[in-house]
Every structure is written in structure tokens, then in C-alpha cells.
């Protein structure tokens, strides 16, 4: 991770389309290690079906964090709670609190 080819990736992030990222292995091998260090389960429901991984920002300090992403900038969710996020607008409840994670939990059990 870092450069390939002598192009900054901070600075190839600005000029690439984010699906054309998302198919990129650059991502698919960060995804990979992600997931292998969250014990490949979501964060929300501890589910290990169809998992996604989320981006909970695009942005830091008013730079693209494409190919520059942190563990702490994403979040493995099933299919079902990463829908239901999105649905919801509940990424702010995406932190580390687990009284708000298990209350985030419980929410989106009750939503369909």
C-alpha cells in the first residue's frame, strides 16, 4: 500500500470515480486485512453473512482518504444492518461506545 507506478494514491484518489475505486485491488486487498482484523463479523449484529465493508468517512482533515484509508475510517456490517444504516442516516451512531452500539443494535432489529 502506498504508491504504484510513482503515482501518489492520495492524489489518484481525486481523479478516480468511487465505483471504479471500489473495483480497484488496492481496495479489495485493504478490505481484505480489514476484515481479517475485525474477526470478519458485522460490528453491529456480530453477523458473518454477507458482509460489507463501510466507509464511515470519505474525508479527513479536508482530504480524500482514498487509498489512504485508517481502520478507524471503516466498519464491517452485514448486508441487512448496512442497508438499514444508510436507510436510517444512522452512520453517527457508528463509534465505539458500546452502550450505543448494543441501543444501535437493538434499533435496527426493530426496523424492517
Known amino acids: 500500500m502506498g504508491e504504484g507506478g510513482g503515482l501518489n494514491y ?6 478516480v470515480n468511487y465505483n471504479t475505486y471500489l473495483q480497484g485491488n488496492y481496495w479489495k ?3 481484505k486485512i480489514f476484515r481479517n482484523k475485525t474477526w470478519n463479523r458485522c460490528y453491529i449484529c456480530h453477523s458473518k453473512k454477507e458482509l460489507q ?3 464511515k468517512r470519505y ?3 479536508n482530504i480524500s482518504i482514498l487509498f489512504n484509508e485508517k ?3 471503516l466498519r464491517l456490517l452485514c448486508k ?3 442497508f438499514k444504516l444508510h ?6 451512531m457508528l463509534i465505539g461506545n458500546k452502550i450505543k452500539r448494543r441501543w444501535l ?5 426493530k426496523l424492517k
Open 59 to 61: 474525508i479527513r482533515n
Open 29 to 31: 486487498e485493504r478490505r
Open 87 to 92: 436507510k436510517y442516516k444512522l452512520e453517527y
Open 80 to 82: 441487512i444492518c448496512h
Open 10 to 15: 492520495v492524489i489518484y484518489a481525486k481523479m
Open 53 to 55: 465493508t463501510h466507509h
Open 105 to 109: 443494535r437493538d434499533y435496527l432489529k
Open 71 to 73: 481502520h478507524s475510517d
